[in-house]
């Protein structure tokens, strides 16, 4: 017996993930990894963490924290978190600040939003692979948004989008180290996407997982900073900002926050009680007193570390890699883009690196909404220690010469 004939079909979209089955690959001692986009765990403030678990559970707030929460999140995490996006140039309140199961959970539940059958999604071509995971499920259609320009006019995404039977709902993007290319847009550029998103009169979805960490360079303002600094504040913006403390304290907790509109917020609670009720209690207290305590020193842990590694894998990569290949020079984040000769294939390239190298990295085309990019691949830093460097580096370079 099989239901699978009883599936919707929407199920037919859900494709698994090259990367989780990448990640499979890390229990392999031998294998030198460069495919998990995932922090360093060494680096985890494991004894802040615990020692705030001990407390919660030790006081007076062993029961809120076993106990059932709103769905909008434990408020004294969402005050320190609407004043951490008041630093970033967001005035706010708790009222703007969403908790989610982390970040992933925030673009599945914006998906389901904003998404009917059809209609159109803008996103970067490439873009974060999750991202297109989770919209997936809602049968949109994908059309490129274009950062540097291009003869895509707001009539012609409309009328684009008309012909498959729907609208165009937003623009996603990653502005600031962006998974998979490690790209950042300067002002201008968000100035362009915030223009082009008021003449479509379409959200966008500002996906912030990696902004913390930057390692050179001046910070550029959220695009929600700047699309409040237009719109005259927060709840007359039409960006949505996603965060996450995945990258800077735990993945594993699994908290993340979506920052934005009141009408929006007050839509997304309505599906946290019909999907989850509320993220885990416990991990939200947990957290809000471990990123009140050691947030600002465990981002600059961090960025002592990384910036290291990124250094010591854009050395090796201008070492050793062959005539004919380029690469992006990231500025902060997890990631370095590769852009192999025309009808070169990552994929091919990628069985024959595990096979004969050992080596192992995410070819390109899994972050392209139309599998195109096969001569493309990403490269992450943040768990290549000297012998990933000094060793995976020369072998895949010994590959791609041939």
Not at 95 to 109: H, P, R, V, W
Not at 110 to 118: C, M, Q, R, T
Not at 185 to 211: F, P, S
Request: charged share 20%.
């Amino acid at each position: 017996m099989t239901l699978l004939n009883l599936l919707a079909s929407r199920s037919s979209r859900m494709k698994a993930s090259e990367i989780r089955e990448l990640l499979k690959l890390l229990d392999q001692p031998d294998i030198i990894s460069f495919a998990g986009g995932i922090p360093d765990p060494s680096l985890f403030p494991a004894e802040a963490i615990g020692e705030a678990y001990q407390a919660v559970l030790g006081g007076a707030e062993a029961g809120a924290a076993l106990q059932y929460q709103v769905s909008e999140g434990y408020l004294p995490l969402r005050k320190w978190l609407a004043g951490y996006m008041g630093t970033l140039g967001v005035a706010c309140d708790e009222g703007n600040i969403f908790i989610t199961s982390g970040s992933q959970q925030a673009l599945d539940y914006l998906g389901k939003l904003f998404l009917s059958p059809g209609d159109t999604a803008l996103v970067t071509w490439p873009t974060y692979l999750g991202a297109l995971q989770a919209f997936n499920a809602y049968e949109p259609r994908y059309d490129r948004l274009n950062i540097a320009g291009g003869n895509m006019t707001p009539e012609a995404y409309r009328a684009a989008a008309a012909a498959n039977g729907g609208k165009v709902k937003f623009a996603y993007l990653v502005p600031d180290f962006a998974n998979p290319t490690g790209n950042t847009l300067d002002a201008a550029q968000r100035a362009a996407v915030l223009d082009l998103a008021g003449e479509l009169d379409i959200a966008v979805i500002e996906d912030a997982a990696y902004r913390a960490l930057r390692y050179d360079g001046e910070a550029v303002p959220p695009m929600l900073a700047l699309d409040c600094a237009r719109s005259g504040g927060i709840d007359k913006a039409r960006t949505l900002y996603c965060g996450s403390f995945s990258k800077i304290l735990s993945p594993g907790m699994r908290v993340g926050w979506v920052c934005a509109p009141r009408h929006v917020v007050e839509k997304l609670v309505l599906m946290k009680q019909a999907s989850d009720l509320h993220s885990p209690s416990i991990n939200q207290m947990v957290m809000h007193r471990v990123a009140e305590t050691i947030f600002d020193g465990q981002v600059e842990k961090l960025i002592g570390a990384y910036r290291g590694r990124r250094d010591a894998l854009l050395g090796a990569l201008e070492a050793d890699m062959p005539k004919g290949i380029s690469w992006s020079r990231p500025d902060g984040g997890m990631f370095v883009w590769l852009t192999l000769p025309e009808g070169a294939d990552a994929t091919e390239l990628l069985a024959r690196s595990v096979k004969e190298a050992r080596v192992a990295f995410v070819p390109g085309n899994a972050f392209h909404a139309d599998g195109t990019g096969r001569n493309t691949l990403r490269m992450s830093f943040t768990l290549a220690n000297d012998r990933a460097v000094n060793e995976g580096v020369p072998r895949l370079a010994k590959l791609l010469r041939g």
